[in-house]
């Protein structure tokens, strides 16, 4: 996973809120960030959550 987060261009944590019953994704710049926020919302035996590296995909242009 470090070499992951190496050359990650942001993270994604994915989460259900268990006070609405929707799931949600939050995007964070750095990985201590997003593990943190994870953390914060997994405190519930209902909840889970689920973080992601997302990386940048070559040969795309910007819109």
Same mark, same amino acid.
């Given at each position: 996973?470090?070499?992951?987060?190496?050359? %990650?261009?942001? +993270?994604? @944590? #994915?989460?259900?809120? #268990? &006070?609405?019953?929707?799931?949600?994704?939050?995007?964070?710049?750095?990985? @201590?960030? %997003? &593990?943190?926020?994870?953390?914060?919302?997994?405190?519930? &035996?209902?909840? +889970?959550?689920?973080?992601?590296?997302?990386?940048?995909?070559?040969?795309? %242009?910007?819109?």
């Amino acid at each position: 996973m470090e070499q992951q987060q190496d050359f %990650a261009q942001h +993270w994604e @944590v #994915t989460y259900l809120d #268990t &006070e609405s019953g929707r799931v949600r994704t939050e995007s964070f710049d750095d990985a @201590v960030s %997003a &593990e943190r926020f994870a953390c914060r919302h997994a405190h519930d &035996e209902h909840g +889970w959550v689920v973080v992601d590296a997302v990386h940048p995909t070559e040969g795309r %242009a910007a819109a």
